[in-house]
């Protein structure tokens, strides 16, 4: 991993390190708005799931509960993985594959194949710099079907310019049109207000896109 990446690898596992979970500002006790999307991509249990920056997020508890079997669970942080390990039990944590890895720099993440659902919630709006957000979507190109669909959700143009101390690059979603290209087709878009944990309004913008070859 580059200086960068170190640097933010350090930062989540400080976060994940050394905070209450259930008291993150990205904290959702339940998904509710990726699983309603999720729903509506009509995946078959065995299709491949990849959760970008999947933190401790309870979306891994909820797609298990509902029979997915090929799920990719990744983050830069393994403190964050291991908190969801945890949670989770050995016996649940085995279904999941496990992956420590930088969407930007990845080790790992460009081998895979046949994706046939992208998930991030709270990733992209991290990446402030052209040659990240390049490097971002050159993996999910790699890795993701034909006919597979990105679901995206990231603070909206309204949103506020920092989380967790960290500058954002903001969307809506003609911006995230523009940066996925003409070979994605946007199904479904939606604005959605989240409440912290601490009563702070952050305004979301959440997307669906299918990817059309």
């Given at each position: 991993?580059?200086?960068?990446?170190?640097?933010?690898?350090e930062?989540?596992?400080?976060?994940?390190?050394?905070?209450?979970?259930?008291?993150?500002?990205?904290?959702?006790?339940?998904?509710?708005?990726?699983?309603?999307?999720?729903?509506?991509?009509?995946?078959?249990?065995d299709?491949?799931i990849?959760?970008?920056?999947?933190?401790?997020?309870?979306?891994?508890?909820?797609?298990?509960?509902?029979?997915?079997?090929?799920?990719?669970?990744?983050?830069?942080?393994?403190?964050?993985?291991?908190?969801?390990?945890k949670r989770?039990?050995?016996?649940?944590?085995?279904?999941?594959?496990?992956?420590?890895?930088?969407?930007?720099?990845?080790?790992?993440?460009?081998?895979?194949?046949d994706?046939?659902?992208?998930?991030?919630?709270?990733?992209?709006?991290?990446?402030?710099?052209?040659?990240?957000?390049q490097?971002?979507?050159?993996?999910?190109?790699?890795?993701?079907?034909?006919?597979?669909?990105?679901?995206?959700?990231?603070?909206?143009?309204?949103?506020?310019?920092?989380?967790?101390?960290?500058?954002?690059?903001?969307?809506?979603?003609?911006?995230?049109?523009?940066?996925?290209?003409?070979?994605?087709?946007?199904?479904?878009?939606?604005q959605?207000?989240y409440?912290?944990?601490?009563?702070?309004?952050?305004?979301?913008?959440?997307?669906?896109?299918?990817?059309?070859?």
């Open positions: 991993m580059n200086e960068k990446s170190v640097s933010f690898q930062h989540w596992n400080r976060v994940y390190g050394t905070s209450e979970i259930e008291k993150l500002g990205w904290w959702e006790t339940v998904p509710e708005k990726s699983l309603e999307l999720i729903q509506r991509c009509k995946l078959h249990q299709d491949c990849l959760d970008v920056g999947t933190g401790a997020s309870t979306l891994i508890d909820r797609l298990l509960e509902q029979g997915f079997r090929n799920i990719i669970a990744s983050d830069i942080s393994e403190k964050a993985l291991d908190a969801l390990k989770l039990g050995p016996e649940k944590a085995s279904r999941v594959t496990w992956i420590v890895d930088d969407v930007t720099r990845p080790q790992h993440l460009h081998r895979l194949r994706v046939s659902l992208w998930h991030d919630r709270a990733v992209l709006h991290f990446l402030t710099e052209e040659p990240q957000r490097a971002y979507l050159n993996t999910l190109r790699t890795v993701l079907k034909t006919g597979g669909q990105v679901i995206i959700a990231a603070f909206h143009l309204t949103g506020a310019d920092k989380c967790s101390g960290l500058p954002i690059y903001k969307y809506d979603e003609n911006r995230l049109a523009a940066f996925l290209g003409e070979k994605f087709s946007l199904e479904e878009y939606f959605y207000t409440t912290t944990p601490s009563g702070a309004p952050r305004p979301y913008i959440y997307t669906r896109f299918r990817h059309t070859g």
